[in-house]
């Protein structure tokens, strides 16, 4: 058996493991919610960490809290958000959706801390930690500013990236002109380097939208509305005070919400924000679907790209090499679409005065920023940088395209033009044959008008 002690909340004694800092109300959680085994994320309790560390100076300076307690808190606070003491918060996020578990877990660990720090002398997690605050719009608050965090150092940063090894490739495949498809059907050429082009312009597009939202939607916080929105119990001036602490540790600048009661019973800015990350799953999803079209094969698809060959394909199929990265970026963008599904539901009830599904809606939030923060990377460095063109299988495939009789039809007419992209395809020969072979232009002027790279600019080919 290992050691306890006994530990004491409103309801009475607690046994709680010897060595864990947390305290009676956290060990009530671990026995009540063991489901998922499943803690909140790094991010978030980094976050409580710097709300915690704020309100103690901000306690400290209004007066309502003893200097040496606050600073003592606010030293203790400080672990958090350098990363460390989350093996001591094992509340589960399937627990109570306010999330008092939580915010408890870490009102109980700082506490502990800040009194061994002063000697021994009493840390109360509530009279003194919490003070001024409640959970019902600490968590809301640590959940804006964790998905900051996250969005700041992790996610932008790596899509950045990717989107200029996207840009690279799209400069350095400009010269290979190849078979546009639409409907899976050929089409008018197209350059490589255009389709490239146009992937780095759909991640540049949601590093747009994510700055605006995490801008625009994340810096209005609950801090201040206390238990229902009303700030009972709070000083007047501890939002301001805190927030501008926070500002100090953290570079975020975050403002007092309108309404307390709109930011403690609604969660309309979170799903902003996972509409955004939704948006981006979908961006990556067209994406990492069209490279492995475009690679399919080697003998019996498009193989018009050659992706890195990074692991064996398959236990029973010597040589064969699959395109494992856009699988991997496929898996993540679909559970980032199901995380947005759960964000959904979750804002959804704001009963009253409290949204009711915290926890998991900010664990939803944060993996999906974790997860898509990863798959860039990865995606960015072991498939996009080392990707090649086929341009013999690109110029092989864009000569047999009937598609490329669109260009003959401000000289010859578009039923004509059909004719000709009939017979091309049906007899597997290239336009430029079939209309030689019918005596439809001059040498010259075929040459001209089935200038391959011109279609792929705007204007009408012969003019």
């Not at 956290?26 to 994320?41: D, H, L, Y």
């Not at 005070?241 to 309108?258: D, K, P, V």
């Not at 018009?304 to 394909?313: D, F, K, S, T, W």
């Not at 699988?327 to 199901?338: P, T």
Request: hydrophobic share 45%.
């Amino acid at each position: 058996m290992a050691a306890t002690r006994i530990e004491h909340d409103s309801l009475g004694p607690v046994e709680v493991p010897v060595e864990a800092l947390y305290g009676a109300q956290t060990q009530r959680a671990v026995e009540n919610f063991p489901i998922s085994g499943q803690q909140m994320p790094p991010r978030f309790l980094q976050a409580l960490g710097y709300i915690k560390q704020a309100a103690a100076m901000a306690n400290r300076d209004l007066g309502l809290l003893d200097p040496d307690i606050a600073d003592a808190i606010a030293s203790a606070a400080r672990h958090l958000t350098r990363g460390r003491l989350f093996e001591h918060f094992p509340v589960d996020v399937y627990q109570t959706g306010s999330g008092t578990s939580t915010n408890m877990n870490a009102n109980e660990v700082i506490a502990r801390v800040a009194a061994e720090a002063l000697g021994g002398h009493t840390v109360h997690p509530n009279d003194h930690v919490n003070m001024c605050q409640s959970s019902n719009d600490v968590i809301p608050t640590a959940i804006h500013l964790s998905a900051s965090l996250a969005l700041r150092d992790d996610l932008l940063p790596a899509l950045r990236k990717l989107h200029l090894t996207l840009s690279k490739k799209s400069a350095a495949f400009d010269d290979v002109i190849k078979s546009g498809r639409t409907h899976l059907m050929d089409a008018t050429p197209v350059r490589l380097g255009q389709e490239f082009g146009g992937y780095a312009a759909q991640v540049s597009h949601c590093v747009r939208r994510l700055s605006t939202t995490m801008i625009g939607e994340l810096s209005e916080v609950a801090l201040g509305g206390t238990a229902t929105g009303s700030g009972i119990n709070r000083h007047p001036e501890f939002p301001a005070r805190t927030l501008a602490y926070i500002y100090e540790a953290s570079g975020f600048s975050l403002h007092e919400a309108q309404d307390h009661f709109e930011a403690q019973a609604a969660k309309d800015a979170v799903v902003m924000v996972s509409g955004a990350l939704n948006t981006l799953a979908v961006a990556l999803m067209k994406v990492a679907n069209d490279i492995r079209f475009l690679s399919s094969g080697p003998t019996s698809g498009l193989a018009e790209i050659r992706l890195p060959a990074i692991q064996p394909g398959s236990s029973i199929m010597p040589g064969k090499v699959n395109p494992v990265l856009c699988e991997a970026m496929m898996m993540v963008c679909a559970r980032v679409m199901g995380n947005h599904t759960t964000i959904t539901i979750s804002a959804q009830h704001g009963n009253l005065e409290l949204n009711v599904m915290m926890p998991v809606l900010a664990h939803s939030l944060l993996e999906s920023i974790s997860i898509l923060t990863g798959i860039c990377h990865a995606f960015g460095d072991r498939c996009v940088a080392g990707i090649e063109a086929d341009r013999d299988r690109c110029k092989e495939l864009l000569e047999l395209n009937p598609s490329i009789a669109t260009a003959l039809n401000a000289s010859i007419g578009y039923d004509a033009a059909a004719e000709v992209a009939k017979e091309s395809a049906a007899r597997r020969v290239p336009v430029r044959a079939v209309v030689k072979e019918k005596g439809l232009l001059s040498d010259h002027t075929l040459s001209t008008v089935l200038d391959v790279r011109d279609m792929t600019m705007p204007g009408i080919p012969g003019n």
